[in-house]
């Protein structure tokens, strides 16, 4: 908090549930972290807590020894990578769902959907995405360094995309690439 200089932090999160330095003990380092998570919780210096490419055996391995449920579960969800049970999980279990790479890491730029979406609403695919983000209850983090596309991402609120062309996009399975599965990555 001091090398940030702020009293406290909005959210902060476990980044991987088993990295490969932990593989043998995730859950032992995993409960332990959580456990400091807690204590900053409640003393006020961190205001929501929680996780980021946690799979749902991963969080029951964690609330078997936590006392607050994670607030936040920040996983790939975009066009073509929906996790449906991990989100209904999610959904169930009253975390919220922090989609990154809602833009697919740029691959949903190239897919062909997407680009008549963008033709027909009159918006950017970026912004088909994040309008498709926030209608499927995901609260979403697109990365920008660009003014003019950070502005752009911005300009969401406006229009809806009608329930069938949702359901196209929710049907986009792979054309985005997928997530990396937590277990086996090999970092």
Not at 115 to 133: N, V
Request: with cysteine; proline share 5%; net charge negative.
């Amino acid at each position: 908090m001091e090398d940030l200089d702020l009293d406290y932090l909005d959210l902060f999160l476990i980044h991987w549930p088993n990295p490969i330095a932990f593989r043998d003990n995730w859950q032992e380092a995993n409960a332990g972290s959580w456990k400091a998570f807690e204590e900053l919780y409640r003393d006020g210096r961190i205001r929501a807590i929680g996780v980021s490419n946690f799979w749902q055996h991963h969080i029951d391995a964690l609330m078997e020894t936590a006392t607050i449920a994670p607030m936040v579960n920040q996983i790939r969800l975009c066009p073509g990578c929906t996790q449906e049970a991990l989100v209904d999980y999610c959904r169930s279990n009253r975390i919220l769902l922090e989609a990154y790479s809602p833009l697919g890491t740029g691959k949903v730029f190239q897919v062909p959907e997407m680009k008549h979406l963008s033709e027909k609403y009159g918006r950017s695919i970026a912004q088909i995405c994040i309008r498709w983000s926030l209608q499927r209850g995901y609260l979403p983090l697109p990365k920008s360094v660009t003014p003019a596309r950070i502005l752009e991402n911005a300009k969401v609120f406006d229009f809806q995309l009608d329930e069938a062309d949702m359901d196209l996009i929710n049907k986009l399975e792979g054309c985005a690439g997928s997530s990396r599965d937590p277990d086996a990555a090999d970092f």
